[in-house]
Nanobody, 124 residues
Framework: QVQLVESGGGLVQPGESLRLSCAAP????????IAWFREAPGKEREGVSC???????YYTDPVKGRFTISRDNVKNTVFLQMNSLKPEDTAVYYC??????????????????WGQGTQVTVSS
């Protein structure tokens, strides 16, 4: 398993932006698909976005056009740029990794490594 560390969460107002980072200190993510999930209180964990090793991407419909996933293999880090945030984006955001995987099935059960999560709160 890969140790993943998320950062970048916080409290913002509607319409503002945040950039989440998912790092793997001392580990190479080159061959891993990396996904972002979120879990709001009382709701199931849902897949938000995913990026493959060759940078193919997936976004769930509610975030299309607002969120952008990217990866920097030199820094072993994946980013989730979140713009035009809405209160319904409030959740704990987790990154997850799995080797040699595509992003056609972004569900929790297929990703083997997880970070500890970072809280994102969007509120006025």
């Amino acid at each position: 398993q890969v140790q993943l560390v998320e950062s970048g969460g916080g409290l913002v107002q509607p319409g503002e932006s945040l950039r989440l980072s998912c790092a793997a200190p001392g580990f190479t993510l080159d061959y891993y698909a990396i996904a972002w999930f979120r879990e709001a209180p009382g709701k199931e964990r849902e897949g938000v976005s995913c990026i493959t090793s060759d940078t193919a991407t997936y976004y769930t419909d509610p975030v299309k056009g607002r969120f952008t996933i990217s990866r920097d293999n030199v820094k072993n880090t994946v980013f989730l740029q979140m713009n035009s945030l809405k209160p319904e984006d409030t959740a704990v955001y987790y990154c997850a990794a799995d080797p040699y995987r595509n992003c056609d099935k972004v569900v929790p059960g297929v990703f083997g490594s997880w970070g500890q999560g970072t809280q994102v709160t969007v509120s006025s």
